[in-house]
Every structure is written in structure tokens, then in C-alpha cells.
């Protein structure tokens, strides 16, 4: 017996869209919801546009929070940082992930790590991509956080009271120019074995404890599997972990000196 679809359809699109509308007005009605859209949230309606209320927008929301309830007209003004601290974060998170990825794929031996590369960009999918991604987000970094440390001067932002970030400012720039130069022997090939070697050779020129300092850094009296270990292990573990914190004082720093320097 042939059914007639027609008189189906009507019915069931209704009974959906109850049905809908049951669960959006249950969920609404759940304490998760109300904890998570509280007073203030702009997900609220009902709310006047009050300072008060724009307050508890900010102080109620786990993302806002982060940044301050009010913030000087002219810091959010592209024109004036230029983004430029915001970009170097952005781009060291980029570099977190590329290089995660890459771990997946490589080993730190002086046997295995070209090879390992060498697979990672013709075998592994999109390994060239992300293998060039965090290349570039790493050149980029050092040239964003340079500029960025050139605006701050150019702004006079080193002066009192943000003297102490400065101070912060200096170890990110050593820390990020480290995490490139121990980036750069992992590859293992020609040019990153022979840049070592010549950074390596300057630093034992270091007076007094010349040939220690060499000594550490090679893990040994030359170049080979004991360095890239130990580079390695910098590269992603300890010279990253140090960079979190000193960003955590950076930006904690810029919310306690009252906000972006200026205008100018
Ligand atoms: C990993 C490196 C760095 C990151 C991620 C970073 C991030 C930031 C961010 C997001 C801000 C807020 C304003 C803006 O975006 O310009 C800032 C401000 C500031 N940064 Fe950095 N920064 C870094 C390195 C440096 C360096 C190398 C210096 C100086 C030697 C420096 C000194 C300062 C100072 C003094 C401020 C306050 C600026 C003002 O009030 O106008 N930072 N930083």
C-alpha cells in the first residue's frame, strides 16, 4: 500500500522542532548554563549597558578575565604596538605546535636525525609543509620580537615604571635567540654541523673557563651525538619551559605597570 509522504511530514517537522525547542529551554534552564552565562555575560540579554555591567562581562568570563576590565583608548590602536609583543606570542605558540608535530618524526642521534628529516619531508604527509612552517614562524619570530623590542625603545617604554619588563624583555630576546641557534643543529646536516662548530669554537674564546664552556656545550671534547642530545633537549624542553615563564612575568608585568605605555 503506497503511503502518502505528505501527510507524514507535517507532523514529524513539528514534532522536531518541539523537540528542539525542549532542549534548547532545558539547557537554558540547567545550572551548567546558568553557571557558565552568568550575570553580565554579553550571552545575557536583560542586561543594561552599564560600566558596572561591562565590568562583570569581563571578570566573569574565563577567556576575558585574562585581559583588563578597561583598557586606554589609544592601546588598542594597531597603529601604536603594532601588535608586534602580540605577534612574537602568537608565533612562538605556532612554533609549540609545528614542533610537536615534529617530534612525532624525529630522533636526536647523529645515526638517525638527517635521515629522520629527510623522511619527514618526502614520506610523512604534510611534513614539508610543517617542517617549513616552523622554519619561518622561527625566522619570523626573531624579526618580530627585534622590532617589537625597537618600538618599546622608540616609545620610551623602558623608562620607569616599566624598567623591571624591560629587564624581562632582554631574557626573552637571549631566550629566543637561543631556542634558533639550538634549532638550528637539529637538522644535522652540512651547514648546521659546521654553524655549531664555529659558534661552539667562539665561545670556547670565553675567558678563563673557555675550554668548560666549550666542553658543556659539545657534551664532549667535539661535535657529534652528545651535542645534538643536549641541544635537543634544550631546543624543546628547557629553553621553552624557561620562555613560559618569563612571558607569564611579561605580560603579568604589563597589566601591573597600568597597561601600554603612551600615547606618545
Ligand atoms: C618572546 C618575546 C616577547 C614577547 C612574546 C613579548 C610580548 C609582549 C606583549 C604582547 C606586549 C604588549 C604590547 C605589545 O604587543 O607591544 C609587550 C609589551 C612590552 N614588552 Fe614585550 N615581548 C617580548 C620581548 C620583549 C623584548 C625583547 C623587550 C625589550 C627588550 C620587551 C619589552 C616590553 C616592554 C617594555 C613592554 C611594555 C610596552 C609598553 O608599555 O608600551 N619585550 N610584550
Known sequence: MAIDTDDIKPPLKERLSQQMSKLGSDMKGSQAW???FR???IFRKGYTDSPRN???VIMNSVMYHLHPVKVKR???KVSYTLCLGGLSFFLFILLTVTGIFLMFFYRPTAAAAWDDIYTLQTSVTFGLLVRNMHRWAAHLMVLTVFLHMARVFYHGAYKPPREFNWVIGVILLTLTLLLSFTGYLLPWDQLALWAVT???NMMGYTP???DQVRFVLLGG???GTDTLLRWYVLHVLMLPFVAVIFMAIHFW???KDGGISGPL
Open 34 to 36: 546558568s553557571s557558565i
Open 39 to 41: 550575570p553580565g555575560s
Open 54 to 56: 561591562r565590568s562583570y
Open 74 to 76: 589609544h592601546a588598542v
Open 198 to 200: 664555529v659558534g661552539t
Open 208 to 210: 678563563v673557563f673557555g
Open 221 to 223: 671534547v667535539e661535535i
Open 253 to 255: 608585568r604589563v597589566r
